[in-house]
Nanobody
């Protein structure tokens, strides 16, 4: 059974940092592309970052390039999203997603506010 569990969200001031984690189980994580999405109130869910199983290549939404970094630890079956220089517009529920299995985590709330 595929399971994704996010953690690491919280309240942070503008300019601050957070690291989100997504612990995966039930599938061969090292061979899987993983994605982070976010959904702000009243908005559609948007793709934030992708890390593929091919040389761990990455891609980012323009709105987070240079501030967010996606990475994965295959030994821990975990994908991370390091978020730096956070802005109020980054406030959203963040979800990890395994596209091969169409499986979502439960989400973790990130709030950027002074």
């Amino acid at each position: 059974q595929v399971q994704l569990v996010e953690s690491g969200g919280g309240l942070v001031q503008p300019g601050g940092s957070l690291r989100l984690s997504c612990a995966a189980s039930g599938f061969t994580f090292s061979q899987s592309t993983m994605r982070w999405y976010r959904q702000a109130p009243g908005k559609e869910r948007e793709l934030v970052a992708v890390i593929t199983s091919v040389r761990d290549s990455t891609n980012y939404a323009d709105s987070v390039k240079g501030r967010f970094t996606i990475s994965k630890d295959n030994a821990k079956n975990t994908v991370y999203l390091q978020m730096n220089n956070l802005k109020p517009e980054d406030t959203a529920v963040y979800y990890c997603y395994a596209p091969r299995f169409n499986s979502w985590g439960q989400g973790t709330q990130v709030t950027v506010s002074s």
